[in-house]
């Protein structure tokens, strides 16, 4: 079982290319993102390529929060040409999570080895620079760090991998401590029903739109726009505990319960329980404005009471366990 006193401490290394490129052939099909590329980089907004581009879009919260169930984040870091269409879109998102941007511009048409190169003298730095780092996790499914994990574990330090499903190396799985599939995080919505959804979505709008719309849709997305950078940014709802809305500070913080439970039940004991106080720190590792008093609980325990068809809670001694609600 968890220990309430988990004081692990992580480092988080994102190659963000691998992963965007791999989930995208994981929704779509083996080298589809290859085949696509081309279009990708010509135009994003192409309605079919935006389309596929948000079918395929990375949850990166679900990689970050699923880190933090190991301990406090030291550093998180992404690696990726920021300048490229497909990753700007992320941009937000990971400096609203404290993630630091490494920007890497490309030498050749495919920038080949630059993330690895880069991420692996970092990470090698990083363990002498940092002493007390308990924890290395590498996100990214690349056989070139195989090495890299194996280095981190001859250190002493506990080495986790995320990568796509049928994208990672078999090798890097088995250099970790652990690995974990992107596809099988916690809030990543299993392939079937993200495809089922899009489908579904597809379908009315696909059945309702006259030849007089296509065109206008086409014109309406050919306009020109202020700047390269406003198109390639468009706004991205994230939005922390604190600048909820009060009305949606409960339904925010059911979402933080719920995730933070699911993370955990790898190192919840033979029952699923896990103990409370480590529930609670691993959320507002997720969320550090979290607080439950500002939901009108007097404690966490009460927070939890409140979510009976969510969760349940039982007493051991002095520590209170939880569990999702089967």
Known sequence: MT???DDGRVAVYLDFDNIVMSWYDRV??????????????????EPEIAERLAAATIDVGAIIDFASSYGTLVLTRAYADWSSPVNAIYRRQLVARAVDLVQLFPAAAYAKNGADIRLAVDT????????????VAIVGGDSDYVPLAQRCRRLGRYVIGVGVAGSTA?????????????????GVPALEKRQSSESKKRAPRE????????????????????????????????????ETPPEDLHAVATSLLERALRVGQNKADDQGFLYASAVKQHIRRMDPSFSEKALGYRSFNDFLTSRDTLTEVREEGHERLVRLRE
Do not use: W
């Open 3 to 5: 220990s309430p006193h």
């Open 28 to 45: 779509h099909g083996r080298n589809a993102y290859s085949r696509d590329r081309q279009r990708i980089a010509e135009d994003p907004t």
């Open 124 to 135: 090698v730095e990083d363990m002498f620079r940092l002493p007390d780092l308990t924890h």
């Open 170 to 186: 078999k090798s890097l799985a088995a250099a970790c401590d652990e690995f974990e599939p992107y596809d099988t995080l916690p």
């Open 207 to 242: 059945a309702t739109e006259t030849a007089e719309q296509k065109p206008t849709r086409r014109r309406r997305t050919a306009a020109p726009v202020e700047s390269p950078e406003e198109a390639a940014e468009p706004d991205v709802a994230v939005t922390t505990f604190d």
